[in-house]
């Protein structure tokens, strides 16, 4: 069974630009959230998806945004960047609302200049 | 609401020597928790967790960990250290399937040889 991709790897984008990353959670899992990773602020919750609707929403501002398609698939949006969004965005994805384990991607490493 | 705090930021242990790192937990309900290990520019990968029944957990790579309830402690040990073992271990918690995973800070584990 393939794990969760997250695409692209990596991406270099300037201030003020906006950038959509791609996660394909596992097959068969309905969940798929995201976090922000930084040095400072450690592991943060961005917002989670379940059956393309969002559920839960962590304290972030409204330039980041997220959706989900009706086979799972999820992105996120963030606009109108900032120097501090550089960060990595992982993804996880989670069978359903009996299943607590989170299974996460590569992450998408994004740099802001 | 829940919360999760690895004391230590930073541990160095040489190799063939005892890991122990420490996670504590705040939740008003019964948690499930967790430990994700994390190499450079990579995801996290579940390491163990706690859900019901046993409270001494094994997991993959010779990592253990026990749940105390009683001193809301989840610490992750492995008998002996491996160079491979370098790397950063977060704990975790969540208290169901629909609610997001809230991660600790981080610790970044060193074996010297």
């Known amino acids: 069974k393939a794990g969760v991709t997250q695409t692209p790897r990596y991406l270099i984008k300037t201030r003020g630009q906006q950038v959509t990353l791609s996660c394909s959670p596992i097959s068969g899992h309905r969940s798929v959230s995201w976090y922000q990773q930084t040095p400072g602020q450690g592991l943060q919750f961005l917002f989670e998806?379940?059956?393309?609707?969002?559920?839960n929403k962590g304290n972030f501002p409204g330039r980041f945004s997220g959706r989900q398609f009706s086979n799972s698939r999820s992105e996120m949006n963030v606009s109108t960047l900032e120097l501090g969004d550089s960060a990595l965005y992982l993804c996880?994805?989670?069978?359903?609302?009996?299943?607590?384990?989170?299974?996460f991607g590569q992450g998408t490493r994004l740099t802001v200049v | 609401a829940q919360s999760v705090t690895q004391l230590g930021s930073h541990v160095s242990v040489s190799e063939g020597a005892l890991v122990l790192l420490r996670c504590n937990y705040s939740?008003?309900?019964?948690?499930?928790l967790f430990w994700y290990v994390q190499y450079p520019n990579q995801g996290l990968q579940l390491l163990l967790k706690y859900t019901t029944g046993a409270t001494l957990v094994k997991g993959i790579n010779g990592f253990e960990a026990e749940f105390k309830k009683s001193e809301t402690s989840f610490h992750l040990t492995k008998p002996s250290a491996h160079m491979s073992d370098a790397a950063e271990y977060f704990c975790a918690v969540t208290s169901s399937g629909n609610t997001p995973l809230v991660f600790g800070k981080g610790t970044r584990l060193s074996v010297i040889a």
């Open positions: 998806y379940f059956s393309e609707t969002q559920r």
């Open positions: 996880a994805s989670r069978a359903g609302d009996r299943n607590t384990e989170a299974f």
């Open positions: 939740s008003s309900v019964p948690p499930y």
